[in-house]
């Protein structure tokens, strides 16, 4: 028998670093999701050449096989729709995928906030940081309004976010980046608290926003988040470049996405400004990445 499960890579929309620290952040999933495929094997064998770190899909074995007393002699193969260059989380995905995988072949029913439980302990694992708001959007899909480590996890109905990617063209490291802000706050926890307070008022409005689909309040509070994100530290000339680029080209609102440090941009934009915006991103030096969200 061969079971094939997926999960979707995600975006952050609001609240990134924030919801390090108890407070609350918006994620979206996109169409690009990676693959994994299980059979019975005489040992265990990965057969993973997309994953970056294949010791998501070794602990999650590992701590599925002894919570449910199941063996691992299995052949594990992943196939993937995008690159973990981009900061799309495949390692959440993945982490998720298999585990859906694995209840799927050994026929044990999980909950998606088991799911969630287990996946978010691999995380914490190798990671030894993160809020698991990645791999509650791998788990749950669409948009999530999401608390620090599953505390919140709910759904949100948004439709026709048009978002235009842009990347920095530099791969961050999250662990690093979250760590280095970490040792920061450690020197002025005031300082840090009072952004992380502004941030939270932030997310709570883009949840009423995004309900309402009022594009041009979602575009204001996007531009708020990342000058927050900017006096975190965590942005560089780069990404701050193509936010300003993709505004003067008339997009809503333009913020940082994810870590920082590099790699994405997110913009949301009126229908008739996509192909000015793109135009925009790519002068200011950046990659157009083309995937749906909030899939
Ligand atoms: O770099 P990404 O896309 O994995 O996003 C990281 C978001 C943080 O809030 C900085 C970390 C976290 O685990 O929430």
Redesign the pocket.
Known sequence: MKVKTSAPG?L?LFG??A??YGYP?IVTTVESRIYVEIEKSEQFKIDAPQVKDLRFVEKTIELFCDKYKVDNKLLIKTYSDFSSQY?F?SSSAVTVATIRALSDFYKIEMSKKEIFDLGYKVVLYIQG??????IAAATYGGTIYFVTGGKVIEPLSVKNLSLVIGYSGVK?D?AS??KNLESRIHNSESKYTKIFENIKKIVEQAKVSLINSDWKKIGELMNQNHKFLQELGVSTDKLDKMCQAVVDAGAFGAKL???GGG?CMISLVPENKIKKVESSIIKAGGEILNVKTNI
Do not use: L, N, Q
Request: proline letters at 0%; hydrophobic letters at 40%.
């Open positions: 995600k952050m990134e670093h919801v390090v952040c900061g989380g940081v993160g809020s698991g708001f990645d961050a999250t980046i979250v996405s994810g870590a790699d």
